[in-house]
């Protein structure tokens, strides 16, 4: 028989055994019979001269190779019978191990495809951004003359340039559309080794003949507008208002550099000004050879820039370069990104996850002593309880494990559909991938394994074990285990600085959608409305414009109200360095704070009511008088408690909060204007929290281009294009882009807040689940480990509400250190968050302390519920309890 | 755990059953009553303790084993010599006679000296 013969027909092996020895011994007794000996004797010599039958079975069996798979299949069921007795044992660990491996893989996964991933080619990391840096450390673009005498001076570095801009695409006889697009060299295909789905990309030839006049189209823009038309490629379309042929259709996950969606020719865009070296526009994609270094290829371009600047001192003086992995120049470094803070939390829990893990184990095995005890004395070895407590951690560690892995990919799933897909560039995929699950799972199953054989160590020490374990009964002997209170040290510390960063975030989520809450969004529709600047060059004009627009607006049926804003809710506002004017000795202030001009009916648009003074009144708002309204928030910050209406406020021209550095200007001060009313404070500037706003009337600086603020219940594409109509009636050559209902902005503005609270909100309250399980489930076993010593106190005449406080006291302890450690912990994460916070400030102490209080109250019912109910029983029965 | 309770060196048992095994296809009694008459009776083999080693062999790959009627009418296990067990008995008798030379020059040299 094979080994694997003698493993599966184990019955058939051990019948052959059977009747071999049976066959011997009547031999054996046939030939003692022969030589005169009577029946009994001759069956007692063989006996003799055979030896033990059983025993020569066994290493019979021994020697047939094939025991230790029984052993293990033994040790599996006897493991689940064990897991079987204690379900409550089992479950904590199962989903502490679940919890820990599905939440950890779907940070690790989730930030593996944000940061490391790259662009979807062969070796991401060789794909690089160039761009130049100036004096003062800005990044900028390349300039053309720039690029080409690069590309002379670095053959061995393959190069392709690209610049993206927003394009108008339409078709004869319909309204245009604006879409991301980049002008692109045919290397970057080359380079990104992409062809096109339908049609082809540009070619070498199209731009040695100086082909302008094609395109390529994003697959979602072909699926939108053109409804997959097969025949697309080979038709006519207008790009920016000019007739351009599609070459091809790109494929679905393409849509570099980023979430573009049309691709035109590089040489589209040389205008007049292309070949001046100061006209840094273009952005740089480059790939290095696998034997190159990448310090060696960015020292060399650093000496071409060198010598450019050499060359062409007055456009190229102290310009360097700055070569960055492509993926990082996109979404810039992790260790710079609050987006650290979900690797780190996760990490956390997975640490919970794990002491949880650890220490349910540790406990069990101060009971499991006298099992493995009366199991070494009746003849196992070290190496079989070894096996058997083997089987048992490691049968958990699988069940935890695959648990585990269906979670991760439904977080990963949920998260990335919620908060990623649709908004990050093309080259992201999220998926749980295969390194962080097993680095992870790695984790847990090597802790649980090792916790797990804690107890055979303890139980192989020589004398320990068998002598004391087993006659003689301990009371007060049950040693405790130091690191039972350490590892529940550790948890509560771990779990407050957790649940100290998540519920900070939370609430300044909270905060955000308070300040959000001040208007209804679900009304609004805004787009941009942009006039040609040469037709539109002076303020009368735009104005006269705006004004018949409004009116032709507002006449429309359905539409409830219309304003104008240099910059719709939620949509940002021009940064102004602000001067409040000081009152008699009081000094002046300055602070940075938006700067966004409105049309008279704005707030009632908005159906914002006035905290205090007045709206602008028509005269005020179209003559732009100096008057301004101001945010509450601007109002309680920087006016010292005193009411701001009727103080004067200045708004300096520049806009760089770095201003000071400058020159003092030449005498052309602004004018001072009155505060005449304060607004409700809403997100002007999203993503981020509320800030200093001003309002200023239209009238005063009317720009070539405004949001149009349209309150109508219900938009259909019919109302849109009436709107297109109508603004085209007025004047056709006025574009509309960037129709969009308010409600969708709010919604993009608020994702990362949203993904940030969500993500870490959930973590915190995983992390809160695992340490009060594991808290509970730890100091409760190790009380009701201890009942015996509990009835011989009573027994000695303590009262129940001593022994009690005894254990509460003694459960405590570590409580009180990992509560230190804990709020230092969750103080430090505080800080980090700091940027992330809306409205909360970094060390909240409320929130700390009732989370403080929560994780104490836990542990000590932990401690006050087995230890009343022992306290409580007959002394006797307690001591007399096994 | 297989503890021959014969006084043989370790690994003795297993050259003898080969040894014996070579001559032709034999079951496990004949083996025992063998190494008991060529041995003249010298050599105390707990009768038992030849199954596991008989069984290790098997597994080994260095005995054959067949089950085949036998002279008591009912079927018996008979064990024979595989080509590699030929070669391992060849290999193992020449360890043996080297050793037992050397152990025999040792004693007869009470220096202990080979040369």
Same mark, same amino acid.
């Given at each position: 028989?094979?080994?694997?013969?003698?493993?599966?027909?184990?019955?058939?092996?051990?019948?052959?055994?059977?009747?071999?020895?049976?066959?011997?011994?009547?031999?054996?007794?046939?030939? *003692?019979?022969?030589?005169?000996?009577?029946?009994?004797?001759?069956?007692?010599?063989?006996?003799?001269?055979?030896?033990?039958?059983?025993?020569?079975?066994?290493?019979?069996?021994?020697?047939?190779?094939?025991?230790?798979?029984?052993?293990?299949?033994?040790?599996?069921?006897?493991?689940?019978?064990?897991? =079987?007795?204690?379900?409550?044992?089992?479950?904590?660990?199962?989903?502490?191990?679940?919890?820990?491996?599905?939440?950890?893989?779907?940070?690790?996964?989730?930030?593996?495809?944000?940061?490391?991933?790259?662009?979807?080619?062969?070796?991401?990391?060789?794909?690089?951004?160039?761009?130049?840096? /100036?004096?003062?450390?800005?990044?900028?673009?390349?300039?053309?003359?720039?690029?080409?005498?690069?590309?002379?001076?670095?053959?061995?570095? /393959?190069?392709?340039?690209?610049?993206?801009?927003?394009?108008?695409?339409?078709?004869?006889?319909?309204?245009?559309?604006?879409?991301?697009?980049?002008?692109?060299?045919?290397?970057?295909?080359?380079?990104?080794?992409?062809?096109?789905?339908?049609?082809?990309?540009?070619?070498?030839?199209?731009?040695?003949?100086?082909?302008?006049?094609?395109?390529?189209?994003?697959?979602?823009?072909?699926?939108?507008?053109?409804?997959?038309?097969?025949?697309?490629?080979?038709?006519?379309?207008?790009?920016?208002?000019?007739?351009?042929?599609?070459?091809?259709?790109?494929?679905?996950?393409?849509?570099?550099?980023?979430?573009?969606?049309?691709?035109?020719?590089?040489?589209?865009?040389?205008?007049?000004?292309?070949?001046?070296?100061?006209?840094?526009?273009?952005?740089?994609?480059?790939?290095?050879?696998?034997?190159?270094?990448?310090?060696?290829?960015?020292?060399?371009?650093?000496?071409?820039?060198?010598?450019?600047?050499?060359?062409?001192?007055?456009? *190229?003086?102290?310009?360097?370069?700055?070569?960055?992995?492509?993926?990082?120049?996109?979404?810039?470094?992790?260790?710079?990104?609050?987006?650290?803070?979900?690797?780190?939390?996760?990490?956390?829990?997975? @640490? +919970?996850?794990?002491?949880?893990?650890?220490?349910?184990? @540790?406990?069990?095995?101060?009971?499991?002593?006298?099992?493995?005890?009366?199991?070494?004395?009746?003849?196992?070895?070290? =190496?079989?309880?070894?096996?058997?407590?083997?089987?048992?951690?490691?049968?958990?560690?699988?069940?935890?494990?695959?648990?585990?892995?269906?979670?991760?990919?439904?977080?990963?799933?949920?998260?990335?559909?919620?908060?990623?897909?649709?908004?990050?560039?093309?080259?992201?995929?999220?998926?749980?991938?295969?390194?962080?699950?097993?680095?992870?799972?790695?984790?847990?199953?090597?802790?649980?394994?090792?916790?797990?054989?804690?107890?055979?160590?303890?139980?192989?020490?020589?004398?320990?074990?068998?002598?004391?374990?087993?006659?003689?009964?301990?009371?007060?002997?049950?040693?405790?285990?130091?690191?039972?209170?350490?590892?529940?040290?550790?948890?509560?510390?771990?779990?407050?600085?957790?649940?100290?960063?998540?519920?900070?975030?939370?609430?300044?989520?909270?905060?955000?959608?308070?300040?959000?809450?001040?208007?209804?969004?679900?009304?609004?529709?805004?787009?941009?409305?942009?006039?040609?600047?040469?037709?539109?060059?002076?303020?009368?004009?735009?104005?006269?414009?705006?004004?018949?627009?409004?009116?032709?607006?507002?006449?429309?049926?359905?539409?409830?109200?219309?304003?104008?804003?240099?910059?719709?809710?939620?949509?940002?506002?021009?940064?102004?360095?602000?001067?409040?004017?000081?009152?008699?000795?009081?000094?002046?202030?300055?602070?940075?704070?938006?700067?966004?001009?409105?049309?008279?009916?704005?707030?009632? %648009?908005?159906?914002? %009511?006035?905290?205090?003074?007045?709206?602008?009144?028509?005269?005020?708002?179209?003559?732009?008088?100096?008057?301004?309204?101001?945010?509450?928030?601007?109002?309680?910050?920087?006016?010292?408690?005193?009411?701001?209406?009727?103080?004067?406020?200045?708004?300096?021209?520049? %806009?760089?909060? *770095?201003?000071?550095?400058?020159?003092?200007?030449?005498?052309?001060?602004?004018?001072?204007?009155?505060?005449?009313?304060?607004?409700?404070?809403?997100?002007?500037?999203?993503?981020?929290?509320?800030?200093?706003?001003?309002?200023?009337?239209?009238?005063?600086?009317?720009?070539?281009?405004?949001? @149009?603020?349209?309150?109508?219940?219900?938009?259909?594409?019919?109302?849109?294009?009436?709107?297109?109509?109508?603004?085209?009636?007025?004047?056709?050559?006025?574009?509309?882009? *960037?129709?969009?209902?308010?409600?969708? %902005?709010?919604?993009?503005?608020?994702?990362?807040?949203?993904?940030?609270?969500?993500?870490?909100?959930? @973590?915190?309250? +995983?992390?809160?689940?695992?340490?009060?399980?594991?808290?509970?489930?730890?100091?409760?076993?190790?009380?009701?480990?201890?009942?015996?010593?509990?009835?011989?106190?009573?027994?000695?005449?303590?009262?129940?509400?001593?022994?009690?406080?005894?254990?509460?006291?003694?459960?405590?302890?570590?409580?009180?250190?990992?509560?230190?450690?804990?709020?230092?912990?969750?103080?430090?994460?505080?800080?980090?968050?700091?940027?992330?916070?809306?409205?909360?400030?970094?060390?909240?102490?409320?929130?700390?302390?009732?989370?403080?209080? &929560?994780?104490?109250?836990?542990?000590?019912?932990?401690?006050?519920?087995?230890?009343?109910?022992?306290?409580?029983?007959?002394?006797?029965?307690?001591?007399?309890?096994? | 755990?297989?503890?021959?309770?014969?006084?043989?060196?370790?690994?003795? &048992?297993?050259?003898?059953?080969?040894?014996?095994?070579?001559?032709?296809?034999?079951?496990?009694?004949?083996?025992?009553?063998?190494?008991?008459?060529?041995?003249?009776?010298?050599?105390?083999?707990?009768?038992?303790?030849?199954?596991?080693?008989?069984?290790?062999?098997?597994?080994?790959?260095?005995? &054959?084993?067949?089950?085949?009627?036998?002279?008591?009418?009912?079927?018996?296990?008979?064990?024979?010599?595989?080509?590699?067990?030929?070669?391992?008995?060849?290999?193992?008798?020449?360890?043996?006679?080297?050793?037992?030379?050397?152990?025999?020059?040792?004693?007869?040299?009470?220096?202990?000296?080979?040369?």
């Amino acid at each position: 028989m094979t080994w694997w013969q003698r493993l599966w027909k184990r019955r058939q092996a051990e019948a052959h055994l059977d009747a071999e020895l049976r066959d011997h011994l009547e031999r054996l007794v046939a030939d *003692n019979i022969a030589q005169g000996m009577s029946r009994a004797d001759a069956l007692r010599d063989a006996q003799l001269a055979f030896g033990g039958l059983d025993q020569v079975k066994e290493e019979c069996r021994d020697a047939r190779g094939t025991r230790w798979v029984h052993d293990l299949a033994f040790d599996v069921r006897f493991a689940g019978r064990t897991m =079987g007795r204690d379900p409550g044992f089992t479950a904590v660990v199962v989903v502490s191990l679940a919890l820990g491996i599905g939440v950890c893989s779907m940070a690790f996964s989730i930030t593996d495809a944000y940061f490391f991933r790259g662009l979807p080619v062969d070796h991401p990391s060789r794909m690089f951004h160039v761009a130049t840096v /100036d004096g003062h450390g800005t990044e900028q673009g390349v300039s053309l003359p720039d690029y080409l005498d690069w590309r002379a001076a670095l053959p061995d570095v /393959d190069m392709a340039a690209f610049q993206t801009r927003q394009v108008l695409v339409g078709q004869e006889g319909s309204a245009a559309d604006r879409v991301s697009g980049a002008h692109v060299s045919a290397d970057v295909f080359r380079l990104l080794g992409v062809g096109a789905a339908t049609g082809r990309v540009f070619s070498g030839e199209d731009e040695l003949a100086g082909r302008t006049d094609v395109a390529l189209i994003g697959h979602r823009l072909w699926a939108e507008r053109y409804a997959g038309d097969v025949s697309l490629p080979g038709q006519t379309i207008l790009v920016d208002g000019v007739p351009t042929v599609v070459l091809g259709v790109m494929p679905q996950d393409f849509g570099f550099p980023s979430r573009e969606e049309i691709w035109l020719p590089f040489a589209a865009h040389r205008g007049p000004g292309a070949l001046d070296r100061s006209n840094r526009s273009l952005a740089v994609l480059a790939r290095i050879r696998a034997d190159q270094s990448t310090d060696a290829v960015r020292s060399a371009w650093r000496a071409a820039a060198a010598n450019l600047a050499r060359a062409y001192p007055t456009t *190229n003086a102290g310009i360097d370069v700055r070569v960055t992995r492509f993926g990082e120049h996109q979404v810039g470094r992790l260790t710079n990104s609050p987006a650290l803070m979900l690797p780190l939390m996760a990490g956390i829990v997975l @640490l +919970i996850a794990c002491a949880n893990v650890a220490n349910l184990l @540790l406990a069990r095995a101060g009971t499991r002593t006298r099992e493995l005890a009366i199991r070494a004395s009746v003849g196992a070895t070290r =190496g079989r309880i070894i096996r058997q407590l083997l089987a048992e951690s490691l049968l958990l560690a699988t069940l935890g494990g695959l648990a585990g892995f269906a979670l991760a990919r439904l977080a990963v799933d949920a998260v990335a559909t919620r908060f990623f897909v649709g908004y990050v560039p093309y080259w992201m995929t999220f998926g749980v991938s295969g390194r962080s699950l097993a680095a992870v799972a790695g984790i847990c199953v090597v802790s649980t394994i090792l916790c797990g054989l804690a107890p055979a160590v303890r139980a192989s020490r020589p004398g320990t074990a068998a002598a004391t374990r087993i006659g003689v009964r301990s009371v007060m002997a049950v040693r405790r285990d130091p690191w039972r209170a350490r590892l529940v040290a550790i948890q509560f510390a771990l779990a407050v600085v957790l649940l100290g960063g998540a519920s900070l975030l939370a609430s300044s989520y909270a905060a955000l959608l308070r300040a959000d809450s001040a208007i209804d969004v679900s009304r609004f529709t805004t787009m941009r409305i942009e006039l040609p600047e040469e037709t539109y060059a002076t303020s009368d004009r735009r104005m006269a414009f705006y004004r018949r627009l409004e009116a032709d607006i507002a006449s429309m049926p359905g539409v409830e109200a219309v304003a104008f804003a240099s910059v719709a809710p939620f949509l940002g506002a021009a940064s102004k360095r602000t001067t409040i004017r000081g009152i008699g000795a009081a000094g002046d202030t300055t602070l940075m704070a938006g700067a966004v001009t409105i049309s008279p009916a704005y707030f009632d %648009t908005l159906e914002m %009511t006035l905290l205090r003074g007045h709206d602008f009144d028509a005269t005020e708002a179209r003559s732009g008088l100096d008057v301004a309204i101001i945010n509450q928030l601007l109002a309680d910050r920087f006016f010292g408690g005193e009411d701001p209406i009727g103080r004067q406020i200045r708004l300096d021209s520049s %806009t760089d909060a *770095n201003a000071t550095s400058q020159p003092p200007g030449p005498a052309e001060e602004p004018d001072w204007l009155t505060v005449i009313g304060i607004a409700p404070t809403i997100r002007q500037a999203a993503p981020g929290g509320p800030r200093p706003l001003i309002y200023l009337p239209q009238g005063s600086a009317p720009a070539a281009s405004a949001q @149009l603020l349209i309150r109508m219940p219900t938009v259909s594409a019919g109302t849109i294009a009436d709107i297109r109509r109508r603004v085209a009636t007025i004047d056709d050559d006025v574009v509309v882009v *960037n129709v969009r209902p308010l409600a969708d %902005t709010l919604k993009n503005s608020r994702l990362q807040p949203q993904l940030m609270a969500t993500v870490l909100g959930s @973590l915190g309250l +995983i992390a809160l689940f695992l340490s009060t399980v594991g808290l509970y489930a730890v100091t409760s076993h190790g009380v009701r480990q201890r009942t015996a010593e509990i009835g011989l106190r009573l027994a000695l005449g303590g009262r129940p509400g001593q022994v009690v406080w005894l254990f509460v006291r003694q459960g405590m302890a570590p409580i009180a250190a990992g509560l230190l450690v804990g709020l230092t912990g969750a103080f430090m994460v505080g800080r980090l968050l700091r940027g992330l916070l809306i409205g909360t400030s970094a060390t909240d102490p409320t929130t700390l302390a009732a989370l403080a209080l &929560l994780l104490t109250a836990v542990t000590a019912a932990a401690c006050v519920v087995p230890a009343t109910r022992s306290a409580h029983v007959d002394p006797a029965s307690t001591l007399r309890q096994d | 755990m297989t503890r021959t309770k014969s006084d043989l060196p370790q690994g003795t &048992l297993d050259l003898l059953i080969l040894q014996i095994a070579a001559l032709g296809p034999i079951h496990g009694y004949a083996i025992a009553q063998r190494i008991r008459q060529v041995s003249s009776e010298v050599l105390q083999v707990q009768q038992g303790s030849l199954y596991p080693a008989l069984h290790r062999l098997e597994n080994r790959g260095l005995l &054959l084993a067949d089950w085949k009627p036998s002279d008591t009418g009912r079927d018996a296990k008979f064990y024979r010599l595989s080509a590699r067990g030929r070669a391992q008995l060849k290999l193992e008798t020449a360890q043996w006679e080297l050793l037992t030379r050397a152990v025999g020059a040792i004693l007869r040299n009470p220096e202990g000296s080979l040369s």
